[in-house]
């Protein structure tokens, strides 16, 4: 075998541990089941490559079903974007976190800096869908703690929901990461940008 077709099998073993099947598939010995939005036969995973084009929609949870549905909506809403700039929200481990420290507090939640070891993701090549770093180094965000949200109440999660509609249209919002929660305490957290001496009444 040649170094053409071993790379070639190399990046088609990649393609298929992704369990994303390409809509026009004929394969027969995969289990297949209807995306959940689109319903198009898809593998044993929920979601076809069609909807999600970034990889990123399977593989974790946050624990609850409203908020993972919600960062999977922005997800599925960002795959028709052809800005170069991909508004979604990213789930991201706890442990990805270090140097947490409280700065602020309100009366339904405690803001904190953190330096999130390995950053927001873009998206630079659309149809080969390869992710790229936005920066190669970690960069420093808040953490908005949601007191008392280990159960996500319906106000929560509208908080949430209206604080990522205004980032869309709002000037001057500070970006809205994604979403995390506290291990020990399972009280969910939101990501944002840091803004160093900014105004906490942003956050809290």
């Known amino acids: 075998m040649n170094k053409e077709n071993e790379a070639q099998v190399s990046i088609?073993?990649?393609?298929?541990?992704?369990?994303?099947?390409?809509?026009?598939?004929?394969?027969?010995?995969i289990d297949h089941k209807d995306c959940s939005y689109c319903n198009i036969p898809s593998t044993e995973e929920l979601w076809c490559k069609e909807c999600d084009p970034f990889m990123n929609i399977e593989g974790w949870s946050s624990g609850n079903n409203e908020i993972d549905k919600f960062i999977k909506d922005t997800i599925y809403g960002a795959r028709n974007e052809?800005?170069?700039?991909?508004?979604?929200?990213?789930?991201?481990?706890?442990?990805?976190?270090?140097?947490?420290?409280?700065i602020g507090e309100g009366g339904f939640s405690k803001v904190y800096s953190a330096t999130w070891i390995d950053g927001p993701k873009i998206i630079f090549d659309y149809y080969s869908k390869i992710w790229k770093k936005r920066k190669s180094e970690p960069i420093k965000v808040a953490l908005k703690r949601l007191n008392g949200s280990e159960n996500m109440s319906a106000e929560y999660l509208n908080e949430i929901k209206i604080l990522w509609d205004l980032c869309q249209i709002a000037d001057g919002c500070l970006s809205f990461y994604g979403m995390t929660k506290d291990p020990e305490t399972e009280e969910?957290?939101?990501?944002?940008?840091?803004?160093?001496?900014?105004?906490?009444?942003?956050f809290t």
């Open 12 to 29: 088609e073993s990649e393609f298929n541990n992704l369990n994303i099947l390409d809509k026009d598939s004929n394969s027969m010995n």
């Open 82 to 102: 052809r800005t170069g700039v991909y508004p979604y929200l990213e789930w991201v481990p706890f442990d990805k976190f270090k140097d947490i420290n409280q």
């Open 188 to 202: 969910f957290i939101i990501i944002s940008e840091y803004a160093d001496k900014g105004n906490l009444r942003s």
